[in-house]
């Protein structure tokens, strides 16, 4: 069956540091990959998506991740972090029968 | 821009209650979706619908029914809530050709004392 890990729970990370969050599926076929942010209070945002091509993806708010096939890993990345980053973040994989997948999340701690 | 709303953000019910959560999206999309969410489980699929008047059962469905009679709303309902059912619960809505794309509401966060 179609899963999602994501091995940190909590990660804190100092203002203008890198930032990487690691997420691993598990998928017979091709996946599609997504990351989502859950700002303190709100619902899900969608940062990047992967369906095919380019195995680096560009998102919002200079959020980038990178498929890597002979991992099954999907990390999410960002050079420098702000104090606004501080979120939640889940990563989703398709199931294949129009559903999504989400691991249970990695909550970012900015520290100034 | 996608707009994905539910009526409550914050719920109280009694045990015992029926409860209705309802969500309402803008953008004509096809499908429509119920998450739970619980600290250390991430996101669970409560039931989903593809059209109005269809409906499929997600992952973890006991308990739950749903409703939808117009393409833009889609209700959440619990016949007896129960205090395990205490949770914050997402709507979020998708294009027909393109479910994975999934655009959230601000969630209800649902107290069941």
């Known amino acids: 069956a179609q899963s999602v890990t994501q091995p940190d729970i909590h990660i804190t990370v100092s203002e203008g540091a890198s930032l990487e969050l690691r997420c691993n599926y598990s998928y017979g076929a091709t996946p599609y990959l997504f990351w989502y942010v859950q700002s303190p209070g709100q619902g899900l945002q969608l940062l990047l998506k992967?369906?095919?091509?380019?195995?680096l993806v560009q998102g919002i708010k200079g959020f980038e991740a990178e498929f890597k096939r002979s991992q099954s890993s999907f990390n999410l990345r960002k050079p420098s972090v702000h104090w606004s980053d501080a979120a939640e973040y889940f990563c989703a994989v398709n199931t294949g029968f129009q559903k999504l997948v989400f691991g249970t999340g990695t909550r970012l701690l900015v520290s100034p | 821009d996608v707009k994905v709303t539910q009526s409550s953000r914050y719920l109280v019910k009694r045990t015992g209650e029926k409860v209705f959560l309802e969500c309402v999206q803008d953008m004509d999309h096809e499908n429509m979706f119920w998450y739970r969410q619980d600290p250390g489980l991430g996101l669970r699929l409560i039931y989903f619908s593809y059209d109005v008047k269809m409906k499929e059962k997600g992952d973890i469905p006991e308990g739950y029914s749903v409703s939808r009679e117009k393409k833009e709303r889609f209700s959440l309902i619990l016949e007896s809530a129960s205090t395990n059912q205490t949770s914050m619960y997402l709507c979020?809505?998708?294009?027909?050709?393109?479910?994975?794309?999934?655009?959230f509401g601000p969630g209800t966060r649902l107290t069941v004392t």
């Open positions: 979020a809505s998708s294009r027909g050709d393109n479910a994975y794309e999934q655009y």
């Open positions: 992967y369906f095919s091509g380019d195995t």
